[in-house]
Structure formats: structure tokens, C-alpha cells
């Protein structure tokens, strides 16, 4: 009974434990941001890592949500009495501002986020980051700046791609099984076009490629308790990432809006 | 020359390290033994700074390991070579990166003499070509020696070894305890050697510290210790679990 009451107590005072532990981690690595004659060669290696790995990916998501908006607009918009161009702009705003840095994420979160976390948590209790400190490297700058700044660049590399696939996907699904015209489409698409949705979107994608590498960064970091421990970082990286993605989309939203 | 002084380390409560206080002298070659999950890595680790004691203290060359900085700790582990239990091999990389890496960073080596080091390491663990093979490719012992041509590669003035023979044949353990001797004498290094193998301890120490329930049990010439009337390390030596010392 007194277990059950202190639950919830133990779960904020671990909360807030992982925050603390987290900023701490990223303030060594922010110091070690100067040291990047270390690690600024394993840059090219750890992006084209990152983009390589999650570009299928990205593609298929972005193709398909750009599509499912397409007729998903035109079906609210049967009426008749809206233009068709209406779907090409929608489909423009929803892509470009929302669907494809949030599904870009949560689905980078997945694939990137996760091998990080098993990475670094292999390492963790395979002791090679006790090696690598006994070779007097230091491993913060080592494991954790190259990736979180792959991350930091990657991610709006992708959101792009996955902004130009939602495009094209909204395209086919509109000419194809909706039956607008592509001449429509286009004259929507562009009509509605600002640039800065396409910055906002970028902007989005950028937070959350800190955001996701860092926190897959931490929880491989600190993981104990040998290949079981790497499945419980693994998970965690998810859950916690997914989480702050929302939470974030939601700021920037509030914030740059 | 390190020393140990009062240093006592806890995991959750649970007591790892009482109160223990020892000297390593320069020229030593010691081997830390005790049961599994005694504390032995923990000692190494702590030594290295890898751990942090909760109370006492850790000099080397005169430095409190754990007052400076963090730059001045990374020069004083460059004189250190730890060889892990497994090997802990980077298995991102090949077994020639893996020695390459601290070369690099640490020497003024360019890059033909640091291959000229990698294949000269490698010779000295009878590991000769097998500079471009992944470490997954490799088996256990062969993990270990190059985990030891890895140390050695940097010409450390103290070498660590945890573990080094633990689950390997007869014959892997005689060759890996040669290592230990050869690299003893002609490096002129300072050797502590954490295992619970019998024959490491006859073949590759000159001194014992036996750690039992946190504490320092025997400390002594090996000599002494395999002759010791010591019921408790009677029955370490003979293997008898049914002491309950
Ligand atoms: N990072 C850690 N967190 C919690 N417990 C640990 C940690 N490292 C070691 N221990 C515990 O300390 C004890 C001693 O471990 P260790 O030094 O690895 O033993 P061994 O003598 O076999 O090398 C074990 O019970 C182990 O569970
Ligand atoms: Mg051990």
C-alpha cells in the first residue's frame, strides 16, 4: 500500500534525475564543441550514415502522407462549390509546415534514434567507452558532438526530401484517383506557397534532430546492465523522443506562429 | 608509484570496497585476485579513475587522481595501458584503427611509422597480419591480445590487465601470461594483473593482494601466498567452497 502512494513520488524524483543528468551530459558536450579538430573527421562518416540509413524511409512516409492528404482534402471538399486548386494549396501547407517534419521525425526516431542509443549502449557495456577514456580520449566529445551534430544537419536534409516527396505524392494522388487536373494542382500549390513554411518546417527539423540524437546519445550513455540494459536504452530513446517531439512541435508552433 | 589510501566504494548499499590501503611500487608485478564479483574490476576502475571512490583517496606520481582536471588526468592516463576483460575492442573499427587511434592522437608518429607500430604490436601478441580484420571476426583470446598490442602500442609505464586469461584454454592462458612476463621485463612497466586464475598467479606475479568481503585478506610475496596457512586463502587456493571464512 505505501509502495503504491510513494510510486508516483519515485517516478517525478527519477524525471527529474533524467533531466538533470541529461543537461549535464549536454553541457560537457557543448564544452567540448571547441575541441572539434577530434572529432570533426568522424563528421562525413556518421551523416552519410544518418542520411543513407533513413532515406528509404523518409521517402516512402513522405510519399504517402503527402498522398492520404491529397484525398483526404478532396473528400472534405466535395462540395463543389471550393476550387479544386484548394487541394494543391492545402496539401502545400499541411506538408510543408506539419506532416512531413513531425512523421520525418517520429519515423527518424525509430530508425535513427534507436541504432544510436544500441550503438553507444553496446559500447557502454561492452566497456569501450571506459577504453576509449583510458586511451585518453575524451568520450563526450567523441561519441556525442559528431552525432548530435550529424543529427543537427541531417534531419532538415531529410525534411526537405520528405517535403519534395509529400509534393509529388499529393501530385499523383490528385491527378490520378482524384481526378484534378494537374494544371489545378500546381496553380494551388504554388498560389498558397510562402517560403517560410518551408522555413518553419526546417526549423522544426532541426530542433528535433538535436533533440532525437541527443537524447539517444544520453540514454546509450548511461546504460547498465549489459545487453538487456541496451534493449531498455533502446526503448526508453523511443518513448522519451517521441514524447519531446510533440511537446516540442507544439512550442516552436506557439513560439514561431 | 600509486597509492591507495582508505578508499571504500558502494553500489546502492551494497559494500564493495571497505577501507582498503595499498602501495604499488614502481617494478611491481602483482596480481589483485579474489572470488567473482568481489570488487576486483572496481578496484582497477577506481585506480584509473574510471570510478570514483565515495571516500579516500588515489595518488599517482604524487597526483590525487580525482582533484585535477580532467586535461591532467588524461596525461596521467597516458602512461596507463588497460587491458579489458573481453578485449573491449572498438567493433566499429579494424583491429589496425584500433590501435591507430590513441597513435594518433597521442604521438608525433606520422603515418607509416604508426603502421610500422600497429604491425610491431601486433607482433609482439603473435597477432602479425591481421591489421584489416573486423574484431567481430576474431575469437576471444585473439580479442584479448590484441586488446594487449593496443596497450603495449602506446609503451605505458603501468599496464592493467583485467582479467586477461579468464575463459581461455591452457595454452592461450600460457602464452597470454608470457605477454604479461615479456612485456613486464623489457618495458620495464609496473604490472597488476586482476584474476582468479591459478596459474596466472604462479606464472605472471611477484606479489598477491587477495581481496575478500571488501577488505585487503592477504598481502604478500606470491611465494608466501601460495604457501599460506591463511584458512581463507587455503581455501581460494584449493577451491573449497563449503569455508565460510
Ligand atoms: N556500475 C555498477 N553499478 C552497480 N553495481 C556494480 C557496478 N559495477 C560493479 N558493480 C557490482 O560490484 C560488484 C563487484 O563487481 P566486479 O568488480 O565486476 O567483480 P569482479 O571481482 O568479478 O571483477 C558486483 O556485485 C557488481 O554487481
Ligand atoms: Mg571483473
Redesign the pocket.
Known sequence: MKNIILQPFTYIISLFEHIGRYFDLMSKTLRSFTTWHLYIGFLPEHMMKLGISALPIVVVTGLFSGMVTSVQTAYQLESGFIPDSYVGGIVCVSVLMELSPMITALVMTGRVGASIAAEIGTMRVSEQIDALETLSFDPVSFLIMPRVISGAIMFPVMVVIADLFGLLGGFFAATTSIGISSYDYVYGLRDWFVPWYAIFGVIKAFSFGIAITSIACYFGYYT?GGAEGVGKSTTQTVVVSCITIVILNYLLAAILL | MISINNISKS?SD?V?LDNLSFTINHGDKIAII?Q???????LLKTIIGLLRPDNGSITIDDQDINKISFKKLQKLRSKFGMVFQFGALFDSMTVGENIGLALQKLTNCDRFEINERISNSLLEVNMENTQDKMPSELSGGMKKRVGIARAIALNPEYMLYDEPTTGLDPIMTDSINRLINNFHSNGNVTSVV?THEMKTVRDASERVIMLHNGKIQFDGTTDTFLNSNDPTVVAFLNGDSTYKG
Do not use: A
Open positions: 547498465t | 553500489f551494497k564493495i579474489g567473482s564479483g568481489i570488487g576486483k574490476s572496481v586482476v
